[in-house]
């Protein structure tokens, strides 16, 4: 493979004495979608938090396009070209979907007309064109996900960061999420998908790694990963994994 554009190294972010991860390395290489896989508490928000610098990690080091971005501040992280989204929805309630995202243009330029040209191009490509005028609080749970995407796409970044983006939504929001998830890799942003909907992970994408105690389990294509009996331990429990061993 290519050079990786995110490396992580030795990532430990400790609470006290819990350890939320623990010495975990990784790669995450340009074009593709890694699927972060893991039960509830097993690190997977806590990473991503620490890779953004919305927590300062007790060890390690995170290199971006091969340089370090260790304990830089989220404005500076997102300078350089990661973006995200929230497992919460955050948008600004009060403000419609076009101010929501015309804030995120605004880290690429100062010029209104210009930040707001950019947010009308992202909101019609997430699908809310005729909802741009509309208050933010008042949004359906699907329309807040598409509102976190455009304003996440419009920092323009070259990594975007997904948390649960599938969460609340039913199956055919889910269909409608993942097209947007591949019309997003398409444009050539490279994707880090946490999820805990399996047919998502399965169905987009190219390597998966899995977490456990805030530590790598394992990592690999999503048959061969699926199919591994820690792997379906650590969400099933002991006798499952035992089970498939012995299949």
């Known amino acids: 493979m290519s050079t990786p554009i995110l490396s992580v190294k030795g990532l430990s972010k400790h609470f006290d004495g819990l350890k939320a991860v623990d010495n975990l390395s990784f790669d995450v290489f340009k074009g593709e979608i890694l699927g972060v896989i893991g039960p509830n508490g097993s690190g997977k928000t806590t990473t991503f938090n620490c890779i953004t610098g919305y927590y300062k990690s007790t060890a390690g080091e995170v290199l971006f396009d091969g340089k370090s971005i260790t304990g830089r501040t989220p404005d500076f992280v997102a300078q350089q070209g990661i973006g995200r989204t929230f497992q919460v929805t955050r948008p600004f309630g009060d403000m419609t979907v076009w101010e929501n995202v015309t804030t995120g243009a605004f880290l690429r330029t100062m010029h209104l007309m210009e930040a707001k040209k950019i947010a009308e191009q992202e909101v019609e490509f997430v699908g809310l064109a005729d909802k741009i005028n509309v208050v933010a609080r008042s949004l359906s749970i699907i329309d807040q996900r598409r509102l976190e995407f455009a304003r996440a796409l419009a920092t323009k970044p070259k990594l975007l960061l997904l948390d649960e983006v599938m969460a609340g939504l039913n199956a055919q929001e889910v269909d409608e999420a993942l097209k947007l998830v591949h019309r997003v890799s ?62």
């Not at 992970?201 to 009996?229: C, H, Q, W, Y």
């Open 186 to 247: 398409a444009m050539g942003i490279t994707l880090v998908v946490v999820e805990h909907v399996m047919k998502v992970i399965t169905s987009i994408s190219n390597r998966v790694l899995v977490l456990n105690f805030g530590a790598k389990l394992t990592e690999g294509k999503p048959a061969d990963v699926m199919s591994t009996p820690s792997v379906i331990e650590a969400y099933l429990g002991k006798g499952f994994g035992d089970y498939v061993a012995n299949c």
